[in-house]
């Protein structure tokens, strides 16, 4: 059997592990990558663009919700990213589908199904739960915000995320190494893409699609 690379991306080590034990069952030689926030992960991707499937948990350190899927969607088009969270009803299941995941785990699944899932997407396929009846957004308002979240760059994601966890530009720009005007275009652009005024707003309408992660 041929050899697979594997990110694993969660920031408890207990789950982490679960994973693994659940990717080594897969026929063949794995060589497993683990990380446990959002820089890591990223990193991991850049660093093994022959990764054949990413395991991203939604809830990590670094990231807000469903930035870092789309912010991981846009800037590796090719990497398979299946979601594995706790959160894993209908809404949000559809709306990491509908924003580019291969699949998706929860994190109440057993070890025999989280390997079956990750052999379906290896195979080509969608993977969700069984229980998941799919359907299309009910919320018009939301699809379009869906569409336009879309055609954010992956540094505008990852900007849009920190800009949801309240961060300032000049922490922004420290954070990814850039200058705060590089900080500042990158805010206009997000604002001009999403048609809203203020980056309140923006984080508003992030807010709209994480809402259904919120317990």
Known sequence: MAASTFI???????FRGALRQAVTGIDGTQTIIEAGDFEAARKAAADHP???????????????GFSGLMALRAEFASLPLVIVSAT??????????????????????GIDEIRSSIQSVLEGDIATPESYQGGQETDP???????????????????LGMLGEGLLNKQIAYELGVSEATIKAHVSA????????????????LGKINMAMVA
């Open 8 to 14: 694993i991306a969660d920031d408890h080590p207990l």
């Open 50 to 64: 022959e990764a054949d499937l990413m395991l991203l948990d939604l809830a990590m350190p670094g990231v807000s």
């Open 88 to 109: 894993d009803d209908a809404v949000t299941i559809r709306r990491a589908l509908e924003l580019g995941a291969s699949g998706f785990i929860s994190k109440s699944a």
């Open 141 to 159: 308002d939301v699809a379009d915000l869906i569409n336009r979240l879309r055609t954010l760059t992956p540094q505008q994601s990852r900007v």
């Open 190 to 205: 997000i604002l001009l893409k999403l048609k809203v005024d203020s980056r309140t707003q923006a984080v508003i309408q």
